[in-house]
């Protein structure tokens, strides 16, 4: 039969470890859910890359298209980059709705898996 120092330094090493598991869970929980978050920011980042590529080419061809349909391309280039303007300012006074609250709600809806 064990005597109770023995007993309450085996109960003490199960804690221990216990302990050691539970925060080595929560470390590799954490990892996961950092892992999730980043690839799925690095995906969306290249994607964004790829389409702000094809805006920038299809705003050339615009603005050269336009301005030869108004006589000099300096004028195209004006009217494409004060539509850029309107839209800056609006994305301005709605990104918090648009952009900031979903990719925040994203990465708070990722850590809570």
Not at 37 to 56: D, E, H, P
Request: no cysteine; glycine share 6%; proline share 2%.
């Amino acid at each position: 039969m064990e005597t109770p120092a023995n007993f309450i330094e085996s109960i003490i090493e199960r804690v221990e470890s216990y302990g050691k598991t539970v925060y080595e869970l929560a470390k590799y929980k954490l990892l996961e859910s950092v892992i999730v978050i980043l690839t799925s920011v690095l995906s969306r980042l290249g994607m964004i890359l790829v389409m702000a590529l094809i805006l920038i080419f299809l705003s050339f061809g615009v603005s050269l298209y336009l301005g030869e349909l108004l006589g000099k391309s300096y004028y195209g280039f004006f009217i494409v980059a004060a539509f850029y303007l309107l839209a800056g300012i609006v994305l301005h006074f709605f990104l918090h709705r648009w952009i900031k609250k979903p990719v925040s709600e994203l990465i708070l809806h990722q850590f809570k898996k």
